[in-house]
């Protein structure tokens, strides 16, 4: 019951119907307007909390996240996903730095180990939200002018004529979550 009432508020957040800011009923209210019991309530707050969908607050109540989803198997990238929603984009530049290409990653790339690659890495924004951290490695040959790409490296490789037919990502686990998970830090969780 504690699962399917925290999928039906996820739901209701993502729908618009729980709008960002919105204060939640108390644990008792919203026991009674669901019908469903207050130690359920309770584990589902705890749950959606753990997950960042809502922020408790003892004294103000519970008030529901900006939450943002987007997907990394779609072929279009980020920025276009995020405009898509109707909101705003936005990218820090951490790093833009050609380096020699790891074993790992050149297998994946199709091109040999050592070979130069841009290794980018940036901060991702929604709404002026940090959303996400990413590091893209791109064959060096592609990128002719590093400066030249602006908020979405999608942008920059339609400007120069590039159209990417396949994307391979994966998510590593970082540090401070993968003893919780069980896993070796940056063990990669998917691909």
């Given at each position: ?55 408790r ?6 008030q529901i ?5 987007y ?35 050149a ?27 990413e590091e ?5 040959h ?11 490296l ?13 994307t ?10 993968a ?13």
């Amino acid at each position: 019951m504690i699962g399917l009432f925290t999928t039906l508020l996820k739901n209701a957040v993502r729908s618009g119907v729980l709008e960002h800011g919105n204060i939640l009923p108390g644990e008792r209210d919203l026991s009674q307007l669901t019908g469903v019991s207050r130690i359920t309530v309770r584990k589902a707050m705890q749950s959606l909390e753990e997950e960042g969908v809502v922020t408790r607050s003892r004294g103000y109540g519970t008030q529901i996240n900006n939450i943002f989803e987007y997907s990394l198997k779609e072929a279009r990238g980020f920025s276009q996903q995020v405009v898509l929603r109707g909101k705003k984009p936005d990218t820090l530049w951490v790093n833009k730095r050609v380096v020699k290409c790891p074993e790992d990653v050149a297998q994946q790339l199709a091109v040999e180990a050592g070979s130069d690659v841009f290794l980018l890495k940036r901060i991702r924004y929604v709404d002026e939200e940090a959303v996400s951290i990413e590091e893209s490695w791109v064959p060096a040959h592609l990128i002719h002018d590093v400066d030249a790409i602006g908020i979405s490296l999608y942008d920059y490789f339609r400007s120069q004529h590039i159209y990417p037919q396949r994307t391979r990502s994966r998510v590593a686990l970082d540090h401070l979550l993968a003893p919780g998970c069980r896993m070796p830090s940056f063990s990669h969780i998917f691909s």
